[in-house]
């Protein structure tokens, strides 16, 4: 596609439930990024996908976060049993493989837990 | 690791006045520099980005930054601000290490340019 589309825009969930969260990367590119940014912070680092590589899954929070990219393209970020500290804008980026070319965002995903 | 520092967390400039917005960085190796801007309930967008070649760097709206090896900085410079450049600024870094080319981003830095 012409960019990276995040779905939903918004999301409301009672706290305890479980999340999904979509991404889908520009057509090409071999790198995927999650970040999460809370209200006015920088962006926390959650995972990075690279092709056929294992993910670095060094910036996931907690074992309730998980994260998959099926066919080399979208992926779908999982927080099981939601907590309130999980609210925050989670946005999500791709790149060429080394990303010389920058990297292009999507518009996030507005959690809140309620 | 590579690590970035945005010292600022707040810059404040008169509309028409030269701003600077700082970012300095640390990487094993030769960096991947880059700059974006994020507007209010909006996603990052692409500044400008510098890979090799020239160190200054011009960019979208009228940035541009500088690349400094000696200094490991990588400053935002815009030579007459407008008020539309009111804005959250994120330098990010990144660098090959082990294969993995993940960019590390600053803590941002909002930028508040006064009519």
């Known amino acids: 596609g012409a960019g990276v589309s995040q779905s939903p825009s918004n999301k409301v969930t009672e706290k305890g439930k479980d999340v999904e969260l979509r991404c889908d990367p520009i057509s090409g590119h071999t790198a995927l990024y999650w970040y999460r940014q809370s209200l006015g912070q920088g962006l926390e680092f959650l995972i990075y996908f690279q092709g056929n590589s294992a993910p670095d899954k060094s910036g996931l929070p907690s074992d309730r976060f998980s994260a998959e990219r099926t066919g080399g393209s979208v992926s779908t970020l999982t927080i099981q049993r939601t907590q309130q500290e999980d609210s925050a804008v989670y946005l999500c980026?791709?790149?060429?493989?080394?990303?010389?070319?920058?990297?292009?965002f999507g518009s996030g995903t507005r959690l809140t837990v309620v | 690791a590579q690590s970035v520092a945005q010292p600022e967390d707040q810059v404040n400039v008169a509309e028409g006045n030269p701003l600077t917005v700082k970012c300095t960085y640390s990487v094993s190796g030769n960096p991947y520099l880059f700059w974006y801007v994020q507007y209010p309930n909006r996603g990052l967008q692409f500044l400008l980005k510098?890979?090799?070649?020239?160190?200054l760097v011009k960019g979208s709206y009228g940035f541009e930054a500088e690349f400094n090896k000696s200094q490991t900085s990588f400053h935002l410079k815009k030579p007459s601000a407008l008020v539309s450049d009111s804005a959250l600024y994120f330098c990010?870094?990144?660098?090959?290490?082990?294969?993995?080319?993940?960019?590390?981003f600053g803590r941002g830095t909002s930028l508040i340019v006064h009519p």
């Open positions: 510098y890979i090799t070649g020239d160190n």
């Open positions: 990010a870094v990144s660098a090959p290490s082990g294969g993995s080319y993940r960019p590390t």
């Open positions: 980026a791709s790149s060429s493989p080394d990303g010389r070319y920058g990297y292009t």
